[in-house]
């Protein structure tokens, strides 16, 4: 079976979360050994004419490379709506099957189609999506459930939205929980290279940590104004600390750490290097993650791998993903989030016991598990096909 995946996440040199969907299941169907032969599809940047993309480099040992220098990915998906232009005409003229990471299936595609819906945000709140962002998510997303011969959610919760939102045969879709990488998310990091990484960010020896894009609907100003609130109320908490790119609409972010008066105790680092973000994690005090809306939500799993205590939300995914292993909380009262960073702070012997039962949690998502429900789903459309 000739499988061919659309790997234009993988060019990016800073991944964000799908970035790294992407990369957990293609180095587990390697690793699988299927006999397969997996075929790796992507544009190249204009900008890196003279060869391949830096961020390809470290998949290149993943399966055969399939180029198109003549035009680059965001000229394509800018035109397909307008112009359908065959995928055919780059890419998989000889593919059995043809694996998009990121909800969208261009037209023309050859073979069987199988796509990957993360989560319906800009259905739920669309207030927080630009204006074309959501256009484009609107007619690619209808059109993919359209041109799917399968879909794949990341979780039970995303499933029943897409069924919800986009009127989709629930046949169609398999759950796909997401895994965790073991070799770079763990506990068994020494103090020495967690120091080296908090010197590196100039952090202090305790903070809470916030990881992921700032953006509105990772809840950042509610955290904020709780954790204003509650260092009212006392002066002996840590910092908090945001790691993560900007995403858009976050200039209510700093305005509420400039309006609250926390420069001191509230900053971000920007983007950290993947190597750091392990580090980063093991060393918090906790993990906090209020989001109200995730498909699956990876960084308070990944934090639970690491053996630090998580704070995250009672909606959306999280519930389906944490268990009884973090403080959950109503994302939409600050009360609520304040009154869990008071018990993570106050209750050392409490942070332990969720530091236990959250690596415990952590170990049963694997990208093992991921990549067999993925290949089973390519082999049950090629055989309806015999």
Not at 36 to 53: I, M, T, V
Not at 193 to 205: D, F, I, N
Not at 208 to 222: A, D
Not at 321 to 339: M, R, T
Request: proline share 5%.
């Amino acid at each position: 079976m000739k499988i061919a995946f659309e790997s234009q996440l993988l060019m990016e040199a800073e991944k964000t979360g799908i970035g790294w969907v992407a990369d957990g299941i293609l180095r587990e169907l390697k690793s699988l050994d299927t006999k397969d032969q997996l075929q790796l599809n992507y544009f190249k940047l204009r900008n890196h004419s003279a060869g391949r993309p830096p961020g390809i480099e470290e998949y290149v040992n993943l399966g055969f490379q399939d180029v198109c220098a003549r035009f680059s990915f965001s000229l394509y998906k800018m035109m397909w709506n307008i112009f359908p232009i065959p995928y055919s005409w780059f890419f998989g003229k000889d593919s059995d099957v043809t694996f998009f990471f990121n909800y969208y299936i261009p037209p023309g595609v050859k073979g069987k189609r199988v796509t990957i819906f993360h989560d319906m945000a800009y259905k739920v709140f669309p207030e927080t999506v630009r204006s074309r962002t959501k256009m484009m998510l609107e007619a690619n997303m209808v059109k993919a459930c359209k041109r799917a011969d399968a879909i794949l959610t990341v979780s039970e919760f995303t499933k029943q939205e897409v069924i919800k939102y986009l009127n989709v045969d629930p046949k169609k879709i398999t759950v796909m929980p997401l895994g965790i990488r073991r070799e770079r998310f763990h506990c068994g990091y020494s103090e020495e290279q967690v120091a080296a990484a908090k010197e590196k960010y100039h952090l202090p020896s305790d903070y809470l940590l916030y990881l992921g894009t700032l953006e509105p609907r990772k809840n950042i100003v509610r955290l904020i104004e709780a954790y204003g609130s509650l260092k009212q109320k006392r002066s002996d908490i840590p910092p908090l600390i945001l790691v993560g790119r900007k995403g858009w609409l976050y200039d209510s972010i700093f305005e509420k750490i400039q309006a609250l008066h926390l420069e001191d105790c509230v900053w971000s680092t920007g983007y950290a290097d993947s190597q750091d973000v392990p580090l980063l994690l093991k060393g918090a005090m906790a993990f906090v993650f209020p989001s109200v809306y995730e498909g699956f939500g990876m960084p308070p799993l990944e934090a639970m791998a690491c053996g630090t205590p998580v704070l995250t939300s009672n909606v959306s995914s999280m519930p389906e993903v944490a268990g009884d292993c973090a403080v959950l909380v109503d994302p939409f009262s600050v009360e609520s989030i304040e009154e869990g960073l008071q018990k993570l702070i106050d209750d050392p012997e409490f942070r332990q016991e969720l530091s236990r039962k959250g690596i415990q949690r952590a170990e049963t998502f694997t990208w093992t598990r991921t990549a067999n429900i993925v290949l089973d789903v390519f082999q049950r459309l090629i055989q309806s096909e015999e």
